[in-house]
């Protein structure tokens, strides 16, 4: 059985994870918009805008922003599900011993 402390720990990782990856998306998203403004005024997007973008540049850019924003939130999802996994896992195969009677 999980203990409370170790459920506790690993839900609070997990909050915290996932309300940096909140502000990163927030804080990038502005960012990223700010670029793609940039990029289309130097023509880089070739004038299309960035939903048609022929060179694959942008768009990889843009996705490998949001997936680093995202990676606190699952590496605290992965934490607090290994935190409560890892005392369940070891009272399975603990040798328990019960005095004769």
């Keep these: ?3 409370f402390w170790n459920f506790c720990s690993g839900f609070f990782i997990m909050l915290i994870g996932i309300l940096i990856s909140l502000v990163l998306v927030l804080f990038v998203g502005g960012y990223l918009d700010r670029q793609m403004d940039i990029m289309i ?15 694959g540049f942008v768009a990889t850019l843009t996705n490998l922003f949001y997936v680093i924003c995202c990676l606190p939130a699952v590496l605290g999802i992965i934490v607090f599900y290994l935190k409560i996994t890892e005392e369940q896992a070891y009272n399975a195969y603990a040798d328990y011993w019960y005095p004769e009677e």
């Design 41 to 55: 005024d130097t023509g880089i997007t070739g004038e299309e805008g960035t939903a048609w973008d022929t060179t």
């Design 1 to 3: 059985m999980t203990q």
